[in-house]
Protein backbone atom coordinates (compact mmCIF):
# COMPACT_ATOMS: atom_id res chain seq x y z
CA UNK A 1 0.00 0.00 0.00
CA UNK A 2 1.10 3.76 -0.75
CA UNK A 3 1.75 6.02 2.13
CA UNK A 4 -0.67 8.69 2.29
CA UNK A 5 1.56 11.76 1.60
CA UNK A 6 1.70 14.19 4.33
CA UNK A 7 0.20 17.16 2.95
CA UNK A 8 -2.59 14.79 1.65
CA UNK A 9 -3.27 13.69 5.45
CA UNK A 10 -3.22 17.38 6.32
CA UNK A 11 -5.81 18.49 3.73
CA UNK A 12 -8.18 15.36 4.54
CA UNK A 13 -7.94 16.70 8.70
CA UNK A 14 -8.73 20.21 7.75
CA UNK A 15 -11.27 19.56 5.81
CA UNK A 16 -13.11 17.61 8.38
CA UNK A 17 -12.68 20.22 10.70
CA UNK A 18 -13.87 23.02 8.72
CA UNK A 19 -17.00 21.38 8.23
CA UNK A 20 -17.48 20.89 11.77
CA UNK A 21 -16.35 24.11 12.96
CA UNK A 22 -19.00 25.61 10.26
CA UNK A 23 -22.12 22.75 11.57
CA UNK A 24 -21.12 24.03 15.22
CA UNK A 25 -21.64 27.80 14.45
CA UNK A 26 -24.70 27.55 12.06
CA UNK A 27 -26.22 25.69 15.37
CA UNK A 28 -24.89 28.44 17.87
CA UNK A 29 -25.67 31.10 15.68
CA UNK A 30 -29.44 29.80 15.58
CA UNK A 31 -30.05 28.99 19.20
CA UNK A 32 -29.10 32.27 20.47
CA UNK A 33 -31.62 33.85 17.77
CA UNK A 34 -33.98 31.77 19.25
CA UNK A 35 -33.94 31.11 22.84
CA UNK A 36 -30.10 33.26 24.35
CA UNK A 37 -31.51 36.33 26.17
CA UNK A 38 -29.54 38.88 28.33
CA UNK A 39 -30.20 40.50 31.29
CA UNK A 40 -32.61 42.70 30.35
CA UNK A 41 -34.52 40.87 27.97
CA UNK A 42 -32.43 41.19 24.59
CA UNK A 43 -30.90 38.83 22.52
CA UNK A 44 -27.28 38.42 23.72
CA UNK A 45 -25.09 38.66 20.85
CA UNK A 46 -22.01 39.28 22.62
CA UNK A 47 -21.74 36.34 24.48
CA UNK A 48 -21.17 34.29 20.88
CA UNK A 49 -17.95 36.30 20.59
CA UNK A 50 -16.87 35.44 23.63
CA UNK A 51 -17.47 31.83 22.70
CA UNK A 52 -15.17 31.87 20.58
CA UNK A 53 -12.77 34.60 21.74
CA UNK A 54 -13.33 36.85 19.01
CA UNK A 55 -14.27 39.55 20.48
CA UNK A 56 -10.75 41.88 19.42
CA UNK A 57 -10.92 40.79 16.40
CA UNK A 58 -14.92 41.94 15.46
CA UNK A 59 -14.01 44.99 17.09
CA UNK A 60 -11.24 45.87 14.48
CA UNK A 61 -14.06 45.18 12.11
CA UNK A 62 -17.15 46.37 13.04
CA UNK A 63 -18.22 49.62 15.09
CA UNK A 64 -20.57 47.85 17.45
CA UNK A 65 -22.38 44.66 18.18
CA UNK A 66 -25.37 44.34 16.63
CA UNK A 67 -26.88 41.49 15.30
CA UNK A 68 -26.26 42.84 11.81
CA UNK A 69 -23.14 42.81 12.32
CA UNK A 70 -22.29 39.80 14.36
CA UNK A 71 -24.62 37.85 11.77
CA UNK A 72 -22.28 39.37 8.74
CA UNK A 73 -19.28 38.34 11.03
CA UNK A 74 -20.07 34.54 11.54
CA UNK A 75 -21.65 33.96 8.49
CA UNK A 76 -20.38 35.70 5.27
CA UNK A 77 -16.93 37.60 6.54
CA UNK A 78 -14.06 36.62 4.05
CA UNK A 79 -11.59 38.30 7.01
CA UNK A 80 -13.22 36.52 9.63
CA UNK A 81 -11.25 32.72 9.10
CA UNK A 82 -13.93 30.97 11.25
CA UNK A 83 -17.28 32.14 9.24
CA UNK A 84 -19.33 30.20 7.56
CA UNK A 85 -18.32 31.04 4.34
CA UNK A 86 -14.53 31.20 5.22
CA UNK A 87 -15.04 27.45 6.72
CA UNK A 88 -16.93 25.89 3.72
CA UNK A 89 -14.30 27.82 1.59
CA UNK A 90 -11.46 26.19 3.08
CA UNK A 91 -13.21 22.94 3.09
CA UNK A 92 -13.73 23.11 -0.65
CA UNK A 93 -9.83 23.80 -1.04
CA UNK A 94 -9.14 20.97 1.21
CA UNK A 95 -11.63 18.86 -0.88
CA UNK A 96 -10.14 19.91 -4.10
CA UNK A 97 -6.29 19.32 -3.55
CA UNK A 98 -7.08 16.09 -2.65
CA UNK A 99 -9.53 15.09 -4.83
CA UNK A 100 -8.00 11.60 -6.22
CA UNK A 101 -8.46 9.96 -2.63
CA UNK A 102 -11.95 11.27 -1.73
CA UNK A 103 -15.62 10.02 -3.34
CA UNK A 104 -16.49 11.55 -6.53
CA UNK A 105 -19.76 12.04 -4.37
CA UNK A 106 -18.18 13.95 -1.71
CA UNK A 107 -16.23 16.22 -4.25
CA UNK A 108 -19.43 16.97 -6.02
CA UNK A 109 -21.44 17.72 -2.98
CA UNK A 110 -18.71 19.87 -1.14
CA UNK A 111 -18.40 21.94 -4.30
CA UNK A 112 -22.03 22.82 -4.77
CA UNK A 113 -22.40 23.33 -0.97
CA UNK A 114 -20.22 25.91 -0.93
CA UNK A 115 -21.10 27.50 -4.39
CA UNK A 116 -24.73 27.58 -2.64
CA UNK A 117 -23.29 29.73 0.86
CA UNK A 118 -20.59 31.94 -1.41
CA UNK A 119 -22.89 34.49 -2.70
CA UNK A 120 -24.34 35.74 0.63
CA UNK A 121 -25.14 39.10 1.03
CA UNK A 122 -26.62 41.07 3.45
CA UNK A 123 -30.24 40.36 3.14
CA UNK A 124 -29.25 36.90 3.42
CA UNK A 125 -27.83 37.26 6.12
CA UNK A 126 -30.38 38.87 9.03
CA UNK A 127 -32.40 37.98 11.67
CA UNK A 128 -35.37 37.23 9.81
CA UNK A 129 -33.45 35.08 7.57
CA UNK A 130 -31.09 33.01 9.94
CA UNK A 131 -33.28 30.48 10.80
CA UNK A 132 -33.60 29.50 7.29
CA UNK A 133 -29.74 29.84 6.39
CA UNK A 134 -28.84 27.57 9.52
CA UNK A 135 -30.70 25.14 8.72
CA UNK A 136 -29.73 25.27 5.47
CA UNK A 137 -26.01 25.29 6.62
CA UNK A 138 -26.53 22.63 8.99
CA UNK A 139 -27.97 20.06 6.86
CA UNK A 140 -25.01 20.69 4.30
CA UNK A 141 -23.19 19.59 6.60
CA UNK A 142 -25.03 16.61 7.86
CA UNK A 143 -24.92 15.57 4.13
CA UNK A 144 -21.40 16.00 3.71
CA UNK A 145 -21.07 13.84 6.50
CA UNK A 146 -23.69 11.32 5.69
CA UNK A 147 -21.84 10.90 2.06
CA UNK A 148 -18.23 10.41 3.97
CA UNK A 149 -19.93 7.73 5.94
CA UNK A 150 -20.77 5.79 3.08
CA UNK A 151 -18.19 6.62 0.59
CA UNK A 152 -14.95 7.40 1.72
CA UNK A 153 -12.58 4.44 1.32
CA UNK A 154 -11.79 3.13 4.86
CA UNK A 155 -7.74 3.57 4.49
CA UNK A 156 -5.05 6.35 6.76
CA UNK A 157 -7.02 9.06 4.72
CA UNK A 158 -9.93 7.87 6.45
CA UNK A 159 -8.49 7.95 9.97
CA UNK A 160 -6.90 11.43 9.72
CA UNK A 161 -10.80 12.48 8.33
CA UNK A 162 -12.14 11.11 11.46
CA UNK A 163 -9.04 12.54 13.59
CA UNK A 164 -9.66 16.26 12.40
CA UNK A 165 -13.91 16.03 12.76
CA UNK A 166 -13.70 14.63 16.40
CA UNK A 167 -11.12 16.70 17.90
CA UNK A 168 -13.06 19.55 16.09
CA UNK A 169 -16.38 18.65 17.84
CA UNK A 170 -14.45 18.13 21.27
CA UNK A 171 -13.07 21.73 20.91
CA UNK A 172 -16.62 23.26 20.15
CA UNK A 173 -18.19 21.11 22.94
CA UNK A 174 -16.02 22.29 25.85
CA UNK A 175 -15.84 26.01 23.98
CA UNK A 176 -19.76 26.13 24.29
CA UNK A 177 -20.19 24.71 27.79
CA UNK A 178 -17.22 26.80 29.24
CA UNK A 179 -18.78 29.84 27.72
CA UNK A 180 -22.57 29.25 28.86
CA UNK A 181 -22.34 27.52 32.11
CA UNK A 182 -22.05 30.34 34.09
CA UNK A 183 -24.26 32.57 32.43
CA UNK A 184 -27.08 30.50 33.12
CA UNK A 185 -26.75 29.58 36.15
CA UNK A 186 -29.72 30.78 38.03
CA UNK A 187 -29.55 34.42 38.95
CA UNK A 188 -32.76 35.84 40.27
CA UNK A 189 -34.94 33.02 38.19
CA UNK A 190 -35.23 29.95 40.77
CA UNK A 191 -33.69 27.12 39.51
CA UNK A 192 -36.25 24.92 37.66
CA UNK A 193 -38.29 28.23 36.12
CA UNK A 194 -39.45 28.23 32.94
CA UNK A 195 -36.61 31.00 32.19
CA UNK A 196 -33.97 28.42 33.23
CA UNK A 197 -35.13 25.28 31.83
CA UNK A 198 -35.60 27.00 28.33
CA UNK A 199 -31.52 28.68 28.44
CA UNK A 200 -30.64 25.25 29.54
CA UNK A 201 -32.30 23.34 26.67
CA UNK A 202 -30.81 26.18 24.72
CA UNK A 203 -27.65 24.82 25.71
CA UNK A 204 -28.11 21.08 24.93
CA UNK A 205 -29.56 22.46 21.28
CA UNK A 206 -26.25 24.66 20.41
CA UNK A 207 -24.93 21.21 21.17
CA UNK A 208 -27.60 19.05 18.94
CA UNK A 209 -28.15 17.37 22.21
CA UNK A 210 -31.42 18.20 23.29
CA UNK A 211 -33.18 14.83 22.31
CA UNK A 212 -30.60 13.00 23.74
CA UNK A 213 -30.60 14.17 26.97
CA UNK A 214 -34.57 14.20 27.58
CA UNK A 215 -34.19 10.46 26.98
CA UNK A 216 -30.91 10.07 29.53
CA UNK A 217 -33.08 12.89 32.02
CA UNK A 218 -36.76 12.68 31.39
CA UNK A 219 -37.32 15.10 33.87
CA UNK A 220 -34.45 16.77 34.73
CA UNK A 221 -32.29 19.89 33.73
CA UNK A 222 -30.46 20.37 36.49
CA UNK A 223 -27.35 22.22 35.76
CA UNK A 224 -24.56 19.54 37.18
CA UNK A 225 -26.69 16.95 34.48
CA UNK A 226 -26.28 18.90 31.34
CA UNK A 227 -22.64 19.44 32.11
CA UNK A 228 -22.04 15.52 32.93
CA UNK A 229 -23.91 14.77 29.44
CA UNK A 230 -22.20 17.35 27.23
CA UNK A 231 -18.55 15.64 29.05
CA UNK A 232 -18.79 12.27 29.91
CA UNK A 233 -21.65 10.51 28.45
CA UNK A 234 -20.04 8.09 25.84
CA UNK A 235 -23.39 7.30 24.14
CA UNK A 236 -23.80 10.96 23.04
CA UNK A 237 -21.35 11.03 20.27
CA UNK A 238 -20.81 14.67 20.46
CA UNK A 239 -19.62 14.65 23.89
CA UNK A 240 -15.63 15.43 24.78
CA UNK A 241 -15.48 12.07 26.27
CA UNK A 242 -17.01 10.03 23.13
CA UNK A 243 -15.18 12.46 20.87
CA UNK A 244 -11.61 11.75 22.27
CA UNK A 245 -11.98 8.27 22.32
CA UNK A 246 -13.23 8.18 18.48
CA UNK A 247 -9.87 10.59 17.30
CA UNK A 248 -8.06 8.09 19.57
CA UNK A 249 -8.76 5.10 18.49
CA UNK A 250 -8.35 6.59 14.83
CA UNK A 251 -4.80 7.18 15.53
CA UNK A 252 -4.46 3.61 17.20
CA UNK A 253 -5.93 2.30 13.74
CA UNK A 254 -2.93 4.38 12.01
CA UNK A 255 -0.29 2.81 14.25
CA UNK A 256 -2.08 -0.50 14.19
CA UNK A 257 -3.55 -1.17 10.62
CA UNK A 258 -1.08 0.69 8.66
CA UNK A 259 2.14 0.70 10.66
CA UNK A 260 2.80 4.10 10.39
CA UNK A 261 6.01 4.90 12.92
CA UNK A 262 4.66 8.56 13.42
CA UNK A 263 2.11 9.64 16.35
CA UNK A 264 3.44 7.91 19.04
CA UNK A 265 3.33 11.53 21.34
CA UNK A 266 -0.33 12.47 19.93
CA UNK A 267 -1.23 8.84 20.93
CA UNK A 268 0.57 8.94 24.43
CA UNK A 269 -1.17 12.83 24.86
CA UNK A 270 -4.32 11.29 23.68
CA UNK A 271 -4.15 8.44 25.59
CA UNK A 272 -3.32 10.51 29.25
CA UNK A 273 -6.47 12.87 28.56
CA UNK A 274 -8.53 9.63 28.09
CA UNK A 275 -7.62 8.48 31.69
CA UNK A 276 -8.51 11.80 32.81
CA UNK A 277 -11.36 11.42 31.78
CA UNK A 278 -12.27 8.27 33.16
CA UNK A 279 -11.02 8.67 36.39
CA UNK A 280 -13.28 12.36 37.22
CA UNK A 281 -16.58 13.02 38.19
CA UNK A 282 -18.50 15.63 37.54
CA UNK A 283 -18.69 16.85 41.03
CA UNK A 284 -14.68 17.35 41.22
CA UNK A 285 -14.56 19.20 37.67
CA UNK A 286 -17.98 22.04 39.04
CA UNK A 287 -15.24 22.63 41.58
CA UNK A 288 -13.58 24.86 38.91
CA UNK A 289 -15.13 23.77 35.80
CA UNK A 290 -14.00 27.17 34.28
CA UNK A 291 -10.47 26.15 35.15
CA UNK A 292 -10.74 22.27 33.75
CA UNK A 293 -12.20 23.50 30.40
CA UNK A 294 -9.46 25.61 29.59
CA UNK A 295 -6.94 22.82 30.28
CA UNK A 296 -9.03 20.54 28.56
CA UNK A 297 -8.89 22.71 25.50
CA UNK A 298 -4.70 22.98 26.23
CA UNK A 299 -4.91 19.31 26.22
CA UNK A 300 -6.72 19.51 22.86
CA UNK A 301 -4.43 22.05 21.74
CA UNK A 302 -1.62 19.54 22.19
CA UNK A 303 -2.77 16.45 20.83
CA UNK A 304 -3.52 19.07 17.03
CA UNK A 305 0.03 20.85 17.46
CA UNK A 306 1.72 16.49 17.71
CA UNK A 307 -0.36 15.30 15.09
CA UNK A 308 0.44 18.49 13.02
CA UNK A 309 4.38 17.92 14.24
CA UNK A 310 4.59 14.36 13.90
CA UNK A 311 2.15 13.65 10.78
CA UNK A 312 2.20 17.02 8.95
CA UNK A 313 5.89 18.19 9.18
CA UNK A 314 5.35 21.38 10.65
CA UNK A 315 5.39 22.27 14.72
CA UNK A 316 2.33 22.95 14.95
CA UNK A 317 -0.75 23.28 13.37
CA UNK A 318 -1.42 26.34 11.04
CA UNK A 319 -4.72 26.25 9.94
CA UNK A 320 -6.58 26.40 13.10
Known sequence: MTKLLSRFAECIFWMARYVERANSLARVLDVNQSYSYDAKGGRNWESVLRLYSHSELFADRYDAITPENVLAFYLRDPLNP???????????????????????EMWSQINAFYHEIKPLDPEDTTTQQLSDLAKLVKEGCQTHVGITMETFYRDEAWAFYVMGQQLERADQ????????????????AGEGSAFDVAQWYALLRAAAGFQAFRREHPSSTRPEHVAAFLLFNPRFPRSLTSAVATASEALASLRRDFNLGSGREAQRRLRSFQSELADLDIGQVLQDLHGWLDWSQVQLMGVVNAIAQEFFGSPKSAAA
Do not use: H
Request: glycine letters at 2%.
Open 173 to 188: TTRLLDAKYQQLLPKG
Open 82 to 104: SSVRSCLRMARENARTVRPLIST
